[in-house]
């Protein structure tokens, strides 16, 4: 399953976006900070970032623009998550090297939406068929009933 970084300096955004995307099917890494995010990003096995756009120290438009201008990185899907939806704070993200803008606050089925759209976007094809696996598990999942009578025989065992 793909990894998807979440940075945002509110540990109540980081645990409602981890819920999120662990019930989408998603590994998640959390930082606090845009140091963190980068220590986790250099160390590998990301595939996208959902970035604040207000942290401490360098802000979420900053970390785009270090990402961005680092090599190992650089190629890497971002997705900015902010509650400002001033269109010049839009267009700063986006020229800052950020893939997409989700305003807060957001839908599950939006967030997913874009998230699938970004991966999809990824020029790495192991991840591209991550993400077409994830989502015929989950098209798998939506096919299975509540409640599924187990056979007699199989009851008695357990």
Same mark, same amino acid.
């Given at each position: 399953?793909?990894?998807?970084?979440?940075?945002?300096?509110?540990?109540?955004?980081?645990?409602?976006?981890?819920?999120?995307?662990?019930?989408?099917?998603?590994?998640?890494?959390?930082?606090? !900070?845009?140091?963190?995010? /980068? &220590?986790?990003?250099?160390?590998? =096995?990301? !595939?996208?970032?959902?970035?604040?756009?207000?942290?401490? =120290?360098?802000?979420?438009?900053? /970390?785009?623009?270090?990402?961005?201008? !680092?090599?190992?990185?650089?190629?890497?899907? @971002?997705?900015?998550?902010?509650?400002?939806? +001033?269109? +010049? +704070?839009?267009?700063?993200?986006?020229?800052?090297?950020?893939? !997409?803008?989700?305003?807060?606050?957001?839908?599950?089925?939006?967030?997913?939406?874009? /998230? $699938?759209?970004?991966?999809? +976007?990824?020029?790495?094809?192991?991840?591209? &068929?991550?993400?077409?696996?994830?989502?015929?598990?989950?098209?798998?999942?939506?096919?299975?009933?509540?409640?599924? $009578?187990?056979?007699?025989?199989?009851?008695? @065992?357990?």
């Amino acid at each position: 399953m793909p990894t998807v970084l979440i940075a945002d300096d509110e540990a109540d955004h980081r645990d409602l976006l981890t819920l999120a995307l662990h019930r989408l099917g998603y590994d998640v890494v959390t930082a606090a !900070d845009a140091a963190e995010a /980068l &220590s986790a990003l250099t160390e590998g =096995g990301v !595939d996208a970032a959902l970035i604040d756009v207000r942290m401490p =120290g360098l802000s979420g438009i900053d /970390l785009c623009r270090t990402i961005r201008n !680092d090599p190992r990185i650089e190629s890497l899907p @971002i997705m900015v998550v902010s509650a400002d939806v +001033q269109r +010049q +704070q839009i267009m700063t993200a986006l020229h800052a090297g950020a893939d !997409d803008y989700l305003p807060k606050p957001f839908s599950r089925a939006e967030l997913t939406a874009r /998230l $699938e759209s970004l991966l999809r +976007q990824c020029p790495a094809p192991a991840l591209r &068929s991550a993400s077409a696996a994830r989502m015929a598990m989950l098209a798998a999942r939506q096919s299975v009933p509540e409640r599924v $009578e187990l056979p007699a025989s199989i009851r008695r @065992i357990a």
